[in-house]
């Protein structure tokens, strides 16, 4: 939350609790509650941090999350989009001591998994019209063929050709995750990956 130097501030912090705590061994749960503490002793509820805490296990497809906030997930399979729904907990930092709960969603290769910000979800343009699911899903799907690092720049570029030139107050951020995973993936030791 907020902006400049009290946002960077903010952030480094939340990344830096989280890092530790998953360098120390913590699941999604631990590593949220570790943050949720520290961003609270700094700050005392003043200042939070939304986030999505992922963790992937290629061998068997299941992407794990911990919804702490605004982000959103969408799965693109094929050509269907399907916003991924967890129950949504408080972002990190607004209570301190709260209780985080580890969610999973199962994957196929081939899906690509994008997280959107609200600053791309809740884009208005200069007739104060939302960007809204439907323009996001469309936007989603038109990437099925490129490239995951051009994919972001489409999505990126959809939200601002919609804003028509108004200002960008909020973040934009979209995230794009493609599992590619072959027939030699099921042979390898389970894989862990955590990702902020």
């Known amino acids: 939350m907020g902006e400049g130097m009290r946002a960077a501030l903010l952030t480094t912090l939340a990344v830096t609790a989280l890092r530790n705590a998953r360098r120390s061994g ?37 992407l794990f999350a911990v919804d702490a906030g605004s982000p959103r997930l969408i799965r693109l399979r094929g050509l269907d989009v399907e916003t991924i729904k967890f129950d949504q907990q408080l972002p990190l930092g607004m209570f301190g001591n709260t209780t ?28 104060e019209e939302q960007f809204g699911e439907a323009l996001l899903e469309s936007v ?17 570029r959809g939200m601002l050709t919609f804003r028509e030139g108004v200002d960008v107050f909020d973040d934009a951020v979209v995230v794009c995750l493609d599992w590619t995973a072959d027939q030699t993936v099921e042979a390898l030791p389970p894989a862990r990956g955590d990702a902020v």
Request: aromatic share 8%.
């Open 26 to 62: 913590a699941g999604l749960e631990e590593q949220a509650g570790l943050a949720d503490e520290a961003i609270y002793a700094q700050y005392g509820g003043r200042e939070y941090v939304s986030t999505l805490l992922l963790r992937f296990e290629a061998a068997t497809g299941q």
């Open 100 to 127: 985080y709960v580890e969610q999973s969603v199962s994957l196929q290769p081939g899906d690509r998994m994008v997280v959107i910000s609200d600053g791309v979800y809740g884009a208005r343009s200069s007739a």
């Open 140 to 156: 989603v799907r038109s990437t099925r063929l490129q490239p995951a690092d051009e994919a972001v720049r489409t999505m990126i």
